[in-house]
């Protein structure tokens, strides 16, 4: 079997060259772990590189789209109720199910998942693809990451139980609003100089954004493996994670459809509300995590997260397939 026949199969089932790249970021890891200096170096890089992320996202952002997005108030308004209220509530349900049989970091990493704001990337192509509203996944995602900066920090110190030993130093915040607020305000100001190339060539912000996903994955894996995740998580124990991970996902995309059949959402409205209300990102989870759980078993608490990140995005693509072909079917 050819390598494209391979993948086109493989899409089918959801599975892109980006899932397969993170699939094997964490076998790397797991072979040959960075120790050391390399590990220093490598915990740089990954700064920077978020950095320049964020800032791309600033320089690509249209105030026209912003504008746009925020007028139909009905789709954004859905869109935060399930990322900041229905999926917190979710995973604070799930923390004490998970910690009958994982250990409690992981049970720490369900709630991290519930904080977390939308994705940006995935949402937005998934809903294009699908033939929903691109302008409002645009804003969506972006507010709800521009919001997540502040509030998803907060929102897991209120969640996270005193005395767990697992917590956040108020000071974690203003080095979150360092590494991606701040770039991408940065990027808003330099917009007029870079947003024609940026609208022209897609490949920067795709390489930097996989990239920096693919840096923190290998880092925080490296990270586990030298601390000894793999014999405190084992097959058996994936498999659970995996099941819940199913659980709260199909349970928040059913309550994004009745949540935006309850506004009065068209179709297009509705297929946005579905992506960026039901996934969550791992492009800021990851360096936020590295800030706020510095020292703690970041490894494990950031594992329901991937497993939630690649579980969404083969599920979302299987939908959004679907959903392409239907539109297809339509009569002209």
Same mark, same amino acid.
């Given at each position: 079997?050819?390598?494209?026949? &391979?993948?086109?199969?493989?899409? @089918?089932?959801?599975?892109?060259?980006?899932? =397969?790249?993170? !699939? #094997?970021?964490? %076998? /790397? *890891?797991?072979?040959?772990?960075?120790?050391?200096?390399?590990?220093?170096?490598?915990?740089?890089?990954?700064?920077?590189?978020?950095?320049?992320?964020?800032?791309?996202?600033?320089?690509?952002?249209?105030?026209?789209?912003?504008? &746009?997005?925020?007028?139909?108030? @009905?789709?954004?308004?859905?869109?935060?109720? =399930?990322?900041? !209220? #229905?999926?917190? %509530? /979710? *995973?604070?349900?799930?923390?004490?199910?998970?910690?009958?049989?994982?250990?409690?970091?992981?049970?720490?990493?369900?709630?991290?998942i519930g904080c977390m704001p939308s994705t940006v990337q995935s949402s937005i192509a998934f809903t294009a693809v699908?033939?929903?509203?691109?302008?409002?996944?645009v804003c969506a995602a972006s507010m709800s990451n521009l919001i997540g900066v502040v509030l998803s920090p907060l929102?897991?110190?209120?969640?996270?139980?005193?005395?767990?030993?697992?917590?956040?130093?108020?000071?974690?915040?203003?080095?979150?609003?360092?590494?991606?607020?701040?770039?991408?305000?940065?990027?808003?100001?330099c917009r007029p100089l870079l947003a024609g190339f940026l609208n022209r060539h897609r490949m920067p912000t795709m390489?930097?954004?996989?990239?920096?996903?693919?840096?923190?994955?290998?880092?925080?894996?490296?990270?586990?493996?030298?601390?000894?995740?793999?014999?405190?998580?084992?097959?058996?124990?994936?498999?659970?994670?995996?099941?819940?991970?199913?659980?709260?996902?199909?349970?928040?995309?059913?309550?994004?459809?009745?949540?935006?059949?309850?506004?009065?959402?068209?179709?297009?409205?509705?297929?946005?509300?579905?992506?960026?209300?039901?996934?969550?990102?791992?492009?800021?989870?990851?360096?936020?995590?590295?800030?706020?759980?510095?020292?703690?078993?970041?490894?494990?608490?950031?594992?329901?997260?991937?497993?939630?990140?690649?579980?969404?995005?083969?599920?979302?693509?299987?939908?959004?397939?679907?959903?392409?072909?239907?539109?297809?079917?339509?009569?002209?």
């Amino acid at each position: 079997m050819s390598l494209r026949r &391979a993948e086109a199969v493989l899409a @089918r089932f959801g599975f892109d060259r980006y899932m =397969l790249l993170l !699939v #094997l970021t964490v %076998v /790397l *890891a797991t072979v040959l772990p960075a120790r050391g200096a390399v590990s220093g170096v490598l915990s740089q890089l990954t700064y920077w590189v978020v950095a320049l992320l964020f800032f791309l996202y600033g320089a690509k952002l249209t105030t026209a789209t912003i504008v &746009a997005g925020l007028t139909n108030w @009905r789709l954004q308004l859905s869109v935060l109720a =399930l990322t900041f !209220v #229905l999926f917190p %509530v /979710l *995973a604070l349900a799930l923390k004490p199910v998970s910690m009958l049989w994982l250990p409690a970091a992981v049970g720490v990493g369900f709630l991290y998942i519930g904080c977390m704001p939308s994705t940006v990337q995935s949402s937005i192509a998934f809903t294009a693809v699908s033939g929903g509203n691109v302008a409002g996944a645009v804003c969506a995602a972006s507010m709800s990451n521009l919001i997540g900066v502040v509030l998803s920090p907060l929102l897991f110190a209120v969640l996270i139980p005193q005395g767990s030993g697992y917590g956040i130093d108020p000071s974690a915040i203003w080095k979150i609003v360092q590494q991606i607020l701040l770039p991408f305000a940065l990027g808003q100001l330099c917009r007029p100089l870079l947003a024609g190339f940026l609208n022209r060539h897609r490949m920067p912000t795709m390489i930097v954004d996989r990239g920096s996903i693919l840096l923190i994955v290998y880092a925080s894996f490296s990270a586990g493996v030298v601390n000894g995740i793999w014999q405190v998580i084992g097959a058996p124990a994936l498999a659970i994670l995996v099941g819940l991970c199913l659980v709260l996902l199909a349970a928040v995309m059913g309550a994004a459809m009745l949540i935006g059949r309850a506004a009065g959402l068209d179709r297009a409205d509705l297929t946005a509300v579905l992506y960026c209300g039901s996934t969550k990102s791992l492009a800021t989870g990851l360096p936020m995590a590295g800030i706020l759980f510095a020292g703690q078993d970041i490894s494990l608490i950031i594992l329901p997260l991937m497993l939630f990140h690649l579980l969404q995005l083969g599920v979302c693509a299987i939908i959004a397939q679907r959903m392409a072909g239907r539109l297809d079917l339509r009569p002209a």
